[in-house]
């Protein structure tokens, strides 16, 4: 039992930061059909401007934190909506798609050519120690780690569900033509958007890093982790990608504990298909009601 | 029906362009007369980045140097790197376009599949290709141009094999290993000797590359139970699983090869290293004067610290020097023939930073070391000599 | 005859002796890459069927041609002789993209990609992982090149051959194909599918067809290039492969039947190319891919074609496929064959 615990808990730990670049992965498609193949890429890059900012600027780690959300903002959301989707977008999905992919080949190749090829340690929010309760270890990185997800999934969630400004996004998400009828400004809704998935790209990079170490290679499997998280939450539901996020956390482990470790990153993908078959509207999605 | 043939038109011009820029691309003279084409084909995108870098800054060292002091036998050296993208079919083509320069060496690839696909064609042309692949698959073949520049799993893993049977005296073992073919040939190797020593491998865990959570490994360890524990994966894992080892407080001794004790990890895992175990083959860890002085002037040159893949890569080149000027000409026939049963002392040649020996299957040999991590540092307990003395 | 057209099929011509004098032009490097070049052609052929014609995001198309190159490598390796496996890996290939697609079609559009997406993962999972079968991580090597008409293709400028003659086949089937009354029905999906549907097109069968048909393409594609490279490892056919797949058919134009030619030559011969540029190809290679797809989302061809039309008065446009086609495609419009190949995939 004691190991059923703690597996549950590591896993909710990495689930977690699942589900913060699954949310922000899911917000993307439902307010601009983006989807983004980059998005393991936007959580690898923040950890390289904290990194110029402390060791190039000299900044102190707080304040290059601040810098790098700062920049993953500026870059990852306001340039890559202007310069990328914005033209892309008018010609359908798949421009959009392949100048994702090869934007992630770009970032990997530039952050290997121009900083490094090997794994960067990252400065870590809190003291490296382990905590026991009831049996089971936590270690105190993860626990914060796990607090802090939740915290901001979860003020996400209040700030789409019960403020006036995260309902017109959600309203722009739904229905882009009747929400402009209704007189919501869509093209500031959808930019809302790019900002918030660079900041939560942001904060899980920061997040991440110190277990992680920061390295080119970073992306690849995380974003193929959001893409899933999102796709068995449904796809136009936030709190679906956070609940897919966090159910492939701890599957995972799971699977690697009592099922077979060879083939642990197979079952969150069986279990995609099924959803595709069974439940195409996701975990807690809807049945999408627009065509095409 | 226009708008077809328009196409088609189009085709033509652009399909012929295309082709000239193949022909361009072929038929570019490669070297000069003065210098001595030594094309390096490694992985310097995709999965084997890592690796392929230190291993081209290595021979970039190497390079530099020997050109600074006048070249081989009077000519400099032409060094070009080129990338596999690690993956096979890119790195077939890569070798066969260096072929087509007559290239005098070929040094690379590190990935044992690129290297098990390329040095058929070494064989075919008769030059001689200077590996960093490790699978024991890449001398068996009896291929007479293919030379390693460190231990294939098939020597490395005896040593820890000997070492877990006398030193520890365990009677079971699990092992841990990351599914590539790093670490599924090492993997393979110790099952091999582990069974010839009539030790039980209690427990059998692959992990992924890249993975981060290792607590459902360290849970299936706990229940193992097993005397010793070996674990064969990347720095980066290694350390990662190390912190998850010591946060469940897993028993039994944990045993690595080169990786688990060296600085890299150390540093990553901080305590949870003490107290590791296990053989160091080539690694800037090593109480070796050269090796240090090595990885000082790599540090310097290219601003991070090397791992083994940098000290073979440099080796690899001072080989090349070495045979090179005993032999008084450049014959890359001849190069293969002489480096079978060679043995290049530190004395004669600084470069080669160790001694060592290459059999007539292209295997190297080089004494290495037992060590444990004691406060934070590699201690050197036993220094293992050469196999074959 | 118009004269364009003489132009064309002459220039059509240059460009297919120009492939067959090749050899005698190129050392065995240039030559080797002329034959990844066929054979990656034929993969991006089916994916362009799906992509192109169909519509739908196949983010596989890296494993069936893994599927091909194992399936050839296995059966040849156990005495099968190599076209009998050949036409296994494409039966193969087919079977299982109809499997896969029967399902994920069923429900909505973009599903394909998600399933496509994890059955890649999935298939390099099995093969890195069945080692009894497919030896695993460390691959397959030593595969034999088949003798062709009892002619040996050990050198390159023989497989070279080889492979241009069924790149040559795959893509006048392809030819044919779209020429069909079938094929149309393709064409009227792609440009307005509920037109297609209330014309009588049974729009999932079709496109079904279409990607169970270019699944074969990849598997026939992999049955070359599990010979040409003679060795075969499961990190090949990531998914990273399917991408690069699919970053070439967009590249050189999705839709247009020439399209995958020149996306495959851009993808393999751009390094060569950029080589120059030391270590900063792929850097170099990702920014023209972005530009490309922002200031022409067609592609090449699709660029091509944009200053064609621009330059000659507006074609037929209006009368489009959708429109000159009866229920099942079986009549023909004015527009002819032409109308089939370059009409515009715009939506």
């Given at each position: 039992m004691a190991s059923f615990l703690q597996l549950l808990v590591s896993g909710l730990a990495t689930g977690a930061i699942y589900a913060l670049v699954a949310v922000g992965f899911s917000l993307l498609w439902q307010t601009s059909q983006t989807i983004n193949f980059a998005q393991g890429e936007f959580v690898m890059v923040p950890a390289f401007f904290v990194l110029v900012a402390m060791h190039a600027l000299g900044l102190p780690f707080w304040a290059s934190a601040i810098v790098g959300i700062a920049a993953a903002a500026l870059v990852l959301g306001l340039l890559f909506k202007r310069i990328i989707v914005d033209q892309m977008l008018r010609h359908g999905v798949l421009p959009l798609v392949v100048s994702t992919i090869a934007l992630s080949l770009f970032m990997r190749e530039a952050v290997k050519d121009f900083y490094s090829s090997q794994a960067q340690p990252f400065p870590s929010l809190v003291a490296d120690r382990d905590i026991s309760l009831f049996g089971v270890v936590f270690s105190a990185q993860s626990l914060a780690l796990l607090v802090v997800a939740v915290a901001i999934v979860a003020a996400l969630h209040v700030f789409l569900q019960h403020t006036r400004f995260g309902r017109m996004m959600q309203a722009t998400a739904q229905n882009p033509t009747v929400a402009r009828i209704l007189g919501i400004d869509v093209e500031r809704m959808i930019l809302t958007t790019f900002l918030v998935n660079a900041v939560l790209c942001a904060i899980a990079s920061i997040l991440i890093s110190p277990i992680y170490l920061a390295k080119f290679t970073n992306g690849e499997t995380l974003g193929l982790a959001a893409f899933v998280a999102a796709i068995i939450g449904g796809f136009n539901q936030a709190r679906g990608a956070m609940a897919g996020g966090i159910l492939l956390g701890v599957l995972d482990n799971l699977c690697a504990a009592y099922m077979s470790a060879q083939y642990r990153s197979a079952v969150p993908l069986i279990l995609l298909v099924l959803f595709i078959l069974f439940r195409p509207q996701g975990l807690m999605g809807r049945v999408e009601e627009r065509t095409v | 029906m226009l708008g077809l043939t328009h196409f088609a038109a189009r085709r033509g011009v652009l399909g012929g362009i295309a082709l000239a820029g193949v022909l361009m691309a072929a038929g570019l003279p490669a070297r000069a007369a003065d210098t001595i084409f030594i094309p390096n084909v490694v992985e310097l995108s995709g999965a084997g980045a890592v690796s392929g870098t230190n291993w081209r800054d290595g021979i970039t060292l190497a390079v530099e140097e020997i050109n600074a002091a006048g070249g081989i036998l009077g000519k400099k050296l032409n060094v070009p790197h080129l990338d596999t993208q690690s993956d096979a079919s890119i790195a077939r083509a890569q070798v066969q376009k260096v072929m087509d320069d007559k290239p005098y060496v070929i040094l690379g690839p590190v990935f044992s599949g690129s290297v098990l696909v390329t040095m058929a064609l070494a064989q075919q042309n008769e030059v001689a290709e200077i590996v960093g692949g490790e699978a024991a698959a890449i001398t068996q073949r009896g291929n007479a141009f293919v030379f390693r520049t460190s231990f294939g799993q098939q020597f490395s893993m005896p040593k820890i094999a000997n070492y877990i049977r006398d030193g520890l005296k365990a009677k079971s073992v699990a092992v841990l290993w990351v599914n590539n073919d790093f670490g599924k040939g090492g993997r393979d190797n110790f099952t091999k000797e582990m069974q010839a020593r009539d030790i039980k491998v209690v427990a059998d865990i692959s992990t992924e590359s890249g993975q981060v959570d290792f607590a459902a490994d360290v849970v299936k360890l706990k229940a193992a139970n097993a005397d010793a524990i070996f674990v064969y994966t990347n720095e980066e894992e290694s350390a990662r699983f190390l912190k998850e080892a010591r946060k469940q407080s897993l028993k039994g001794a944990l045993i690595g090869e080169t990786t688990l004790l060296s600085q890299k990890v150390i540093e990553l895992a901080g305590e949870a290293a003490n107290g590791v175990r296990g053989h160091v083959g080539l690694?800037?860890?090593?109480?070796?004067p050269a090796l240090a002085t090595f990885a000082e002037k790599f540090k310097k040159r290219f601003n991070y610290a090397n791992d083994h893949n940098g000290i073979k890569g440099y080796v690899a080149v001072y080989a090349i020097k070495h045979v090179t000027e005993k032999l008084g000409k450049f014959d890359s026939k001849a190069f293969a023939e002489a480096l079978h049963g060679m043995t290049i002392t530190p004395d004669k040649e600084p470069g080669i930073l160790m001694e060592a020996t290459w059999d007539k299957n292209g295997d190297i040999d080089r004494a290495s070391f037992l060590g444990e991590v004691v406060a934070g540092k590699q201690k050197i307990v036993e220094v293992l000599p050469k196999l074959n003395k | 005859m118009s004269l364009a057209r003489i132009l064309g099929l002459l220039a059509v011509l240059v460009a297919v002796g120009l492939l067959i004098a090749a050899p005698t032009m190129l050392r065995s490097y240039g030559v080797y890459l002329l034959a990844l070049w066929s054979v990656t052609t034929i993969a991006a052929l089916g994916l362009n069927l799906t992509l192109g014609y169909a519509g739908q995001i196949s983010l596989a198309q890296g494993a069936f041609v893994g599927i091909g190159a194992y399936t050839v490598a296995l059966a040849t390796a156990a005495g099968v002789p190599y076209f009998v496996a050949f036409l296994g890996a494409g039966l193969i290939t087919f079977a299982v993209g109809w499997c896969l697609g029967y399902p994920a079609l069923r429900v909505q559009h973009h599903f394909l990609a998600f399933v496509t997406l994890a059955f890649s993962t999935l298939v390099f999972l099995v093969l890195r992982n069945e080692q009894w079968l497919t030896n695993g991580i460390y691959g397959i090597n030593d595969i034999a090149r088949p003798k062709v008409f009892g002619l040996s293709t050990n050198r390159n400028p023989d497989f070279y051959y080889f492979a241009l003659g069924m790149l040559a086949l795959f893509a006048g089937l392809q030819w044919w194909m779209l020429r069909s009354p079938w094929g149309r029905a393709f064409v009227a999906i792609r440009e307005n599918p509920l037109r297609a549907a209330s014309l009588g097109i049974d729009v999932r069968r079709y496109t079904l067809m279409a990607f169970a048909i270019g699944s074969a393409y990849g598997g026939f594609a992999g049955a070359l290039y599990a010979p040409l490279v003679q060795f075969i490892e499961p990190n090949s056919f990531q998914l990273t492969y399917s991408l690069k797949l699919l970053l070439i058919v967009l590249v050189g134009g999705a839709g247009y039947f020439i399209g995958p030619f020149f996306g495959a030559m851009i993808e393999i011969l751009l390094p060569e190319w950029l080589r120059f540029t030391q270590g900063y190809y792929l850097l170099i290679y990702a920014t023209l891919v972005v530009l490309l797809m922002a200031f022409c989302p067609k592609g090449l061809v699709g660029a091509v074609a944009l200053i064609a039309e621009r330059r000659r008065k507006p074609p037929g446009r209006a009368a489009g496929p959708g429109g000159t086609l009866g229920p099942g495609g079986a009549a023909s419009g004015p527009a002819g064959p032409a109308g089939a190949a370059p009409a515009s995939p715009s939506r």
């Open positions: - | 690694s800037s860890d090593a109480p070796v | -």
